[in-house]
């Protein structure tokens, strides 16, 4: 009973680099989320998905796009790295929006 | 605006002696509360949560809170705590506030030290 799992668990960027950070739950979750969280900010919601091939925005969706092909997938992509993109990110999942959340053990990610 | 606040950021504690964490929070409906916490380097497991019915929770690991209405808190408490329980503590309020996006709010957190 694997969860919620995100893989990498690090990584390092250059500037302007593109990549994905990968996230999968085997709990038949409809609802999944990607958040970031930085020092004394607390998570912030990047986006959501109540279902595969329903994506909307959260609260910081700027330089991040997300997809949901299956009910057991939900990856974030960034195309163009930048500092400030410099996180911990962190994937969840819920069975419905009564908001009891799920979390991985999250991707701490370093633009340079 | 549905908001969150965690007045204190940091607390440190002698083991064995009694906790509270504050929580307070702006929702317009009824709001759905949760308490999560976070060791270091992992992710955030959900403690405690109160949707309805009685306004004393009881969670995992020894804590619980009490949903005020009157005073728009949702205070976490622990009467004995561990070493163990040095982490982060986050509060979230989630619920079907008009103009919600249906997700949860985080406060900032609390950081909990435990001191022999």
């Known amino acids: 009973n694997a969860g919620v799992t995100q893989t990498p668990k690090f990584r390092i960027l250059k500037i302007g680099q593109s990549m994905t950070l990968q996230c999968t739950q085997d709990m038949n979750h409809n609802y999944m989320y990607w958040y970031r969280q930085d020092p004394g900010m607390g998570l912030k919601l990047i986006y959501y998905s109540v279902g595969a091939g329903i994506t909307d925005k959260g609260e910081v969706p700027n330089g991040y796009n997300v997809s949901r092909s299956t009910t057991e997938d939900f990856p974030l992509r960034l195309e163009l790295a930048a500092p400030s993109q410099t996180s911990v990110y962190f994937c969840?999942?819920?069975?419905?929006?009564?908001?009891?959340?799920?979390f991985g053990p999250g991707t701490r990610l370093t633009v340079t | 605006a549905q908001s969150v606040t965690q007045p204190d950021i940091h607390i440190t504690v002698s083991e064995g002696a009694s906790l509270e964490l504050r929580c307070n929070y702006s929702y317009g409906a009824t709001p759905y509360l949760f308490w999560y916490v976070q060791s270091p380097g992992q992710g955030l497991q959900l403690l405690l949560k109160?949707?309805?019915?009685?306004?004393l929770v009881q969670g995992i690991k020894g804590f619980e809170a009490e949903f005020k209405r009157s005073q728009s808190s949702f205070n976490l408490r622990k009467p004995s705590v561990h070493w163990s329980d040095a982490a982060e503590y986050f509060c979230?309020?989630?619920?079907?506030?008009?103009?919600?996006?249906?997700?949860?709010?985080f406060g900032k957190g609390t950081k909990l030290s435990v001191k022999p």
């Open positions: 969840a999942s819920s069975y419905t929006d009564n908001y009891e959340q799920y």
């Open positions: 109160y949707f309805s019915g009685d306004t």
């Open positions: 979230a309020v989630g619920g079907r506030d008009l103009g919600s996006q249906g997700n949860l709010i």
